[in-house]
Each structure stands twice: as C-alpha cells, then as structure tokens.
C-alpha cells in the first residue's frame, strides 16, 4: 500500500502540472475561450475510450507494459499540446484525445491493483487513501506549475515562461514517472480463462453488453452525479469572479478545499466504512448534495461566502467520501479475474459526465448562472431514483439467486 500511495501522490504531481497554465496558454495560442472547456473535454473524451481498452489488457496480464505504454502517449501528447503556435484548436483538440486515452491506464490500472491487493474490509479505506493520495499530490503539482512558470531562477535557467518549454518540462517529469512504474511496478497475476479470446481493441466495451442492470442504473446514476459535480466545480470559478471577488480570494478557497477533502478522506471515509448499508449511504449524500448546492447558490452575494466557507466546505466532504463508497460498490461487482474491466467501464460512464458537464454547462451558465446549478441539483435528485432502481434489481436478483440455490 505504500508503493502505491507513493505512485498515486507522483501521479497526482506530474498530471497536473500544467493546469494552472491552462486559461493563459488558450488566450496566448489565439483560440476561443470556449476551447478552454472543449480541451477538458476531449482529454475526458479520450479516458472514456481508453478505460475499457486498458482494463481488458490488463485482465489478461498485460498490466506492466499496458501501463507503461499508456503513460508514455501522454507524455508524448502533453508535449506535442505545448505546440499550440504551430498546430491549430482541431489538432490540438486530437492531442488531448489521445493524451486522455493514454492516461486512462494509469486511472484503470493502478486502482485494479489496489482493490486485488486490499483486504475487502479495507478495500474502501485504501481506495480514500489513494484518491488523498492523489489529491495532495495535484495540489503540489498544481502549486508548482504555476510557480516554475513564473519564478525568476526557473525563468532564466530554463525559459520556462515559454510555454512549450513549461509543457516539455512536464512531460519530462510523466517520463519520469514511467521510469518509477517500470522499475517498481510488480502487479499480481492475474488467472485467465483459456477459453476466452484474444484481446481485441474493441474488447473491453463489447463488456458493457453483459452488465447487470442492478449495475447499469448504478453506472447511469453515477454518470449524472458527476454532470452535475463537474458543473458546479468548473462554474464556480466564473461565478466567484462574477460576484467580484478577487483572483485572490479564489485562491485561498480553493486551497482550504483542497485541505478539506484530504482531510475528509483520511479521517471521515473510515468511519463511514463501517456503515453496512452503503447505497443508503450513497442515497442520503445525494440528498445532502441537492440541499447544500441549492442553498449555496440561492443565497445573496452578502451571504455567499459565509455559506461558501461553512456549507460547500460540507459539500467537499461528502464529495471526498462519496468516490472510494461509489468505487468500492462498483468492486462488488467482479471478481479478481475481472476487476480492471469492470473499473475500465466505471471509468467510461464517469468520462461521459466530465465531457457532457462542461459543454452542457457553458451554454446554461450563458444564459443563467443560478440556472445552471439548479440543473446540478435537479441531477442529483434524478440519480437518487436510479439508485433506488439499481437497489431494486439488486433485491430481485438476490432473491432469484436465493430461489435457484434452494431448487
């Protein structure tokens, strides 16, 4: 657990270098600012694609070169995405593609192999560490992207307010981090059927025809959570700036965020893990979600960052101890032959909600701000229905199972 805490916290620094440069570098490359969201976009787009793929390569233990391959396409592309000045927004949109293809190894992958190598009863606990893991390594890297490209030492020893050279100083430091899983990375063995076939491109999604539909409406439940938790977070951003508070105060808030999730994770996901009953869990937080978004969002520009600081702080909490309960629910759902499919199709249906999230917001949020997260909330409650669905298939089928043993 370690090594993979490690690898996350690395992963976490290295793939988010570039985002504090993101909005600068769409205005410097002249593209239009609504390509700032279709990049975010098209990067998902490709994680989409590429979860199913990965994890089927990785079920017939191809775990060790499927990943490598993976981290190096995006290295590959995030320095190619730096050649804004020579490429046009269509190329470039490509690049992020593919970037997000390849990155969809790591995501599939290296969570695989820490569900197979936990115990079930601390299967949740080490998903939380994980994803803390990752998030206090983004906040590094996140800190020190926009610190190397503006410090004077780095600027003059590596020109790094040129942006090809900040994007090319990324991908040095991915390369890097498929050294460290080339080196260190010893995935488990994974038993293969000898009658099922050779893996194919097109393999891992020929897998979501035999999803169960306990599962399926789960998927779909999930999808919608995250349109509208990828709204909210992505709009927050121009809706702070649109009541006139200062680039600075974003800042700070986004930091102390960032503090409550990770501190979320480590010390209220463990307790929550003892609660049996974890899709009534996951029910009730989507409750919660709906009430404090609406509440949030509904209150006057005097009251908004009183509630910022109190309720959405509530909101990042649950958000933090929603994804290892979502995740370790989804695990239930294979066995040790086919976790990483079943995570690579996760990670397809959670792609669809961070690429329909920011295009279907843009145009919401143009024509009202409030209306656009009234949707989130709106979502939210419809996932709540989908979830009682899935929780209704899963009862029958028990029951099915139950009838059949008994014949």
Known sequence: MLFYL?????????????????????????????????????????MMFGGPFWGNLADHNKKKISLIIGI???????????????????????????????????????????????????????????????????????????????????????????????FLLQGISVGFFAVLIAIWFKPKKTIVDPNKKRVQFWEGFKEVRNIKPELLYFLVALTLITIASTNVEKYLDVYFKDLGFLAKELGNFKMIAGVVSLLSGIILVPLFMNIKHRLKLISVFQIISAVLIFTVFRSSSSLFLILLYTMYMAYI?????????????????????????????????????????????????????????????????????????????????FIQNSINSNI
């Not at 992963?11 to 270098?17: A, D, E, M």
Request: glycine share 10%; with cysteine; charged share 10%.
């Open 6 to 46: 490690i690898i996350y916290f690395v992963q976490g620094i290295v793939t988010n270098l570039h985002h504090p440069l993101m909005p600068y570098y769409v205005e410097a490359i002249g593209v239009p600012n609504f390509m700032f969201g279709f990049f975010f976009s098209f990067m998902n787009l490709g």
């Open 317 to 397: 909490a649950i958000k933090a101890i929603f994804t290892p309960l979502e995740q370790d629910h989804i695990s239930k759902f294979s066995g040790n032959h086919n976790v990483a499919t079943t995570l690579g199709i996760r990670q397809s249906f959670y792609s669809v909600g961070t690429i329909i999230g920011p295009i279907f917001g843009a145009f919401l949020y143009d024509y009202s701000p409030r209306l656009l997260f009234d949707t989130s909330v709106i979502f939210f409650l419809i996932s709540l229905v989908l979830i009682f669905i899935s929780n209704h298939y899963r009862k029958k089928d």
């Open 72 to 166: 190096l396409i995006y290295c590959l592309m995030q320095i190619l995405f730096g050649l804004g000045h020579v490429f046009d927004m269509w190329t470039l949109s490509a690049f992020r593609l593919i970037s997000g293809f390849g990155m969809a190894s790591a995501l599939t992958i290296l969570t695989g192999e820490m569900i197979i190598t936990s115990d079930k009863d601390k299967r949740a606990k080490n998903i939380a560490f994980g994803a803390a893991a990752v998030g206090l390594g983004g906040a590094i890297g996140q800190f020190l992207g926009g610190f190397i490209h503006t410090n004077s030492f780095f600027i003059k020893a590596f020109r790094t307010d040129i942006f090809f050279n900040a």
